[in-house]
Each structure stands twice: as structure tokens, then as C-alpha cells.
């Protein structure tokens, strides 16, 4: 074996341990939608994320999906969906995830998961060999509201603002308006009890 070939296997090392946490909300992921698949329940970003965070014991967002997204881009579906939530009795938007397994047709290994989990390390490799100034990895578009933005900058351009909730302008005519009499006598009564 050559010593270049020694320093290349050592460095990818170093690289999949440094970002060791990328590739564990992957095989997380992963893990997930298999488990998810075998119950027969929906592969939603929602269900995909709480078995994540019981399985890695880390938080997995939209940000990381997103950078897994960016990494296997032909390998990682993912749609916007609309769910009904049962506590609010409304629907509300979520994403479905899906794999697709063209990226690794005609591998040797074991299953597909394992071929493509594969895949996803060399590109993470690649990416940090490619770009060794990089400290982070790039983030992917996804569908509609889920895009990542700072929460806190609803005006950035480059986002989607359509999971804001839009209110009214806070502004001195808004205060004047009197609620309609049966609610303000209902207020008055709580705010009484409270006192």
C-alpha cells in the first residue's frame, strides 16, 4: 500500500469524525424512514425528526436536512405537504421525505441503505477535500416555508415567508377598537377573578 493512499484513508477519517454528527442525523434519517415505512406511517419531517432525536439523542432541523439535501441532491425527495394537526384541528404544512435509490444501482452491498449511507460519506469527504477552507456545509433549497431563514428576519428576500403568521400592524387606531360587548363583559369578569 502506497503512503499517499495511507494520508488520503487517514484524512477522510479525520473529515467523517469531525462532522460526525452530520452523518449520525443521516443513518438517523435513514434509520427513520425504514422504521417509519414498516408501520406504515407517513415519512413526514415531523415523524422523521422526533425518531431522529430519540435514535441520536441530537436535534435534527431543517438546517440539517437541508445539508444532507445538498450533499445527495438526486437521493433526497422531499415535497411539501399539508397535514391536519389534531390539536388545532387545522392543517398545517409539513414535508414528506422520500429516498431514491437510482444514485446507487447495481452496488455490492448488503442493502440500499447501506450502498447510499456510502455514497453520502465519500460526498461528505469530497465536499471537504474539494473546498478545505469550507467549516460548514451548504444548505439545499426545500419546498416552500421550510426553507431556512433567521427566524427573526421575516424581510430577508431570499426566504420564504409564507410560515410567518401575518398580523395586523400594531398601530394606536388598533388599540382604540372596542371588543364586541359580550366578550368585553366576559374579560372583565376573568380579569376580576384574577385581581
Not at 415535497?79 to 421525505?97: R, T
Not at 415567508?161 to 398601530?171: H, T
Request: hydrophobic share 40%.
Amino acid at each position: 500500500m502506497n503512503l499517499f493512499m495511507l494520508n488520503s484513508e487517514k484524512e477522510n477519517l479525520q473529515i467523517l469524525e469531525r462532522y460526525n454528527t452530520i452523518v449520525e442525523l443521516f443513518d438517523g434519517m435513514n434509520c427513520s424512514l425504514r422504521l417509519l415505512a414498516l408501520s406504515k406511517k407517513s415519512p413526514t419531517f415531523q415523524n422523521i425528526s422526533a425518531q431522529v432525536e430519540v435514535l441520536t439523542q441530537r436535534k435534527f432541523s431543517y438546517r440539517h436536512l437541508a445539508k444532507i439535501k445538498y450533499l445527495l441532491p438526486e437521493a433526497i425527495q422531499t415535497d411539501k405537504i399539508l397535514v391536519h394537526d389534531k390539536k388545532s384541528l387545522c392543517m398545517k404544512p409539513d414535508m414528506k421525505i422520500g429516498l431514491l435509490f437510482d444514485v446507487v444501482e447495481g452496488h455490492d452491498e448488503e442493502s440500499d441503505f447501506i450502498a447510499l449511507r456510502q455514497v453520502f460519506a465519500s460526498r461528505l469527504v469530497d465536499y471537504f477535500i474539494k473546498h478545505p477552507e469550507a467549516c460548514d456545509i451548504p444548505q439545499a433549497i426545500l419546498p416552500g416555508p421550510f426553507n431556512h431563514c433567521k427566524e427573526a428576519a421575516f424581510e430577508d428576500k431570499a426566504c420564504d415567508n409564507s410560515m410567518a403568521v401575518f398580523c395586523e400592524p400594531f398601530n394606536e387606531r388598533s388599540e382604540t377598537i372596542a371588543p364586541e360587548p359580550m366578550f368585553a363583559d366576559h374579560f372583565k369578569r376573568i380579569s376580576a377573578s384574577c385581581h
